[in-house]
């Protein structure tokens, strides 16, 4: 039986995986967002059948965020980047993205959100 659906932004990282493993073992479902599924094949590895999906997701599209965070009770944000390219600098991913991502939790009432930066 399910417990909560919790989504996971930046899953196919090496603390999004072992989230996974973990939770799903829990009875969680998950929604793993990566920027490349077919190079996140992997994760399916990680949980029971049925009890994850991965999805590839630009998260800077804030229709799409909010759709993936309305259907979820907990939000996981692990995105984070440790050199800077093009768009993908160190104040849009840690500073705007996290501001977007707790602002849309705080608008569809999602009590549990959890940012490592």
Known sequence: MIKKKVLILGASGQIGRNIIRKITLKNYKVTGVTRNAHKSIFLKTQAPLGYLDVVEENIF????????VESHDVCINLVGILFEKGSNNFANIHEK???????LCNKHKILKLIHLA
């Open 61 to 68: 599209d804030e229709k799409v965020l909010e759709n993936l």
């Open 97 to 103: 993205f996290p501001s977007i991502i707790s602002g």
